[in-house]
Nanobody, 116 residues
Framework: VQLQASGGGLVQAGGSLGLSCTASGSIFSINAMGWYRQAPGKQRELVAVITNGGSTNYADSVKGRFTISRTNAKNTVYLQMNSLKPEDTAVYYC???????????WGQGTQVTVSS
């Protein structure tokens, strides 16, 4: 499975950004897709996950602000980030296959920077 992420960038606090990630290859094996993030000097953090059935789970720090979704083909996942805070600044990684933690597949990171 290969994951290609796009989006991210620089935004002021309170603004919005969107991330997307498309999976290719043996996508039939994917049970869930999601996003991790890692800020400088901090441990990586699971941000959001969405299962094949559409169930979602969010980190407490992003609940009510971030929304994860998938296409009907289930091979593209989106992360809509609203009301961004400087503490959301991190490299965001797309993930697939959450049969175990950490997930099996990782995309390239994409930088999200929120200025105060």
């Amino acid at each position: 499975v290969q994951l290609q992420a796009s989006g991210g960038g620089l935004v002021q606090a309170g603004g919005s950004l969107g991330l997307s990630c498309t999976a290719s290859g043996s996508i039939f094996s994917i049970n869930a897709m999601g996003w991790y993030r890692q800020a400088p000097g901090k441990q990586r953090e699971l941000v959001a996950v969405i299962t094949n059935g559409g169930s979602t789970n969010y980190a407490d720090s992003v609940k009510g602000r971030f929304t994860i979704s998938r296409t009907n083909a289930k091979n593209t996942v989106y992360l809509q980030m609203n009301s961004l805070k400087p503490e959301d600044t991190a490299v965001y990684y797309c993930n697939a296959d959450f049969a175990a933690i950490p997930p099996r597949y990782w995309g390239q990171g994409t930088q999200v920077t929120v200025s105060s």
